[in-house]
């Protein structure tokens, strides 16, 4: 069977930037899983599955505007220092997780001033080139349970751009 629209799919891969540093895998044995046409992995990862079957391997470019975009400038808020743990040392690329109307949120820190702190409310690979390194690990039919699980989803396909993630602990975000 080839990878199709509503397929299950499982894939074992590595995710690297242009450095070559690794910063995202599945770990060994647990393939990442996802039902195809739902929005859980990037669009651009999922365009270039298709077709493929099991036991094929591919290599997958995604530049930043394919993948979560480019880092706006935008997101880029100044908060007061009382508003962060008083007990915790503030560094700069430190992370923080908030709540916002779609769930956690990830803020990094990107500057320390005199009283506020400057977060950056982008997605971590905002700006980034992602390379993928995939084997496609099992595909069949997805079951009734999985297509009606998958409605909600994790949001990968939207929303990033308004800094707001929305990402359950199975999403291939990176």
Do not use: W
Request: hydrophobic residues 35%; negative net charge; contains cysteine.
């Amino acid at each position: 069977m080839k990878i199709g629209e509503k397929t299950f799919v499982a894939i074992d891969y590595t995710l690297s930037l242009d450095s070559g540093e690794k910063v995202d895998s599945s770990p060994e044995g647990e393939p990442l899983s996802f039902v195809t046409g739902m929005g859980r992995v990037l669009p651009g990862l999922e365009a270039a599955l298709m077709g493929k079957a099991v036991g094929e391997s591919t290599k997958v470019t995604l530049d930043a505007a394919e993948a979560y975009g480019e880092v706006n400038e935008d997101l880029l808020r100044d908060i007061p220092k009382s508003q962060f743990p008083k007990d915790v040392e503030i560094e700069v690329g430190m992370t923080f997780s908030a709540d916002s109307p779609r769930g956690p949120m990830p803020l990094t820190v990107a500057k320390i001033g005199e009283d506020d702190i400057t977060v950056d409310l982008n997605h971590p690979m905002a700006g980034k080139r992602l390379h993928f390194d995939v084997k496609i690990a099992e595909v069949r039919e997805a079951l009734e349970e999985e297509l009606a699980q998958q409605v909600e989803g994790c949001g990968c396909g939207g929303g990033e751009a308004e800094g707001e993630m929305n990402c359950g602990p199975d999403c291939a975000c990176g």
